[in-house]
Nanobody, 120 residues
Framework: QLQLVESGGGLVQPGGSLRLSCAAS????????IGWFRQVPGKERERVSC????????YYADSVKGRFTISRDNAKNTVYLQMNSLKPEDTAVYHC?????????????WGQGTQVTVSS
């Protein structure tokens, strides 16, 4: 089965950091743009970040700009989301998805995700 698997979430205090990983299984991640989005029960899905297949172009939502950094390691078939200066409002389940470009990420299918909880 072709899929992306998210990991790296956990419980951190406000101001802390986490690094999320999006690992490809069954396909070559190098060929795709990868986006991160997050979901909170009762709220709309929010697009967080995206990186082009080449790694040259990146996108960040205003809510995370300056705090989060997306990167990719094609040798490891993995995309990372470094999250610094975390706030309670960052608490969510984080998912990744792929597309031909950051303008065309397919959010129609998504997996289990990884839970990020920011609390004292």
């Amino acid at each position: 089965q072709l899929q992306l698997v998210e990991s790296g979430g956990g419980l951190v205090q406000p101001g802390g950091s986490l690094r999320l990983s999006c690992a490809a299984s069954g396909f070559i991640l190098n060929y795709y743009a990868i986006g991160w989005f997050r979901q909170v029960p009762g709220k709309e899905r929010e697009r967080v970040s995206c990186i082009s297949s080449s790694g040259v172009s990146t996108y960040y939502a205003d809510s995370v700009k300056g705090r989060f950094t997306i990167s990719r390691d094609n040798a490891k078939n993995t995309v990372y989301l470094q999250m610094n200066s975390l706030k309670p409002e960052d608490t969510a389940v984080y998912h990744c998805a792929k597309g031909g470009s950051c303008a065309f990420i397919d959010f129609g299918s998504w997996g289990q995700g990884t839970q990020v909880t920011v609390s004292s």
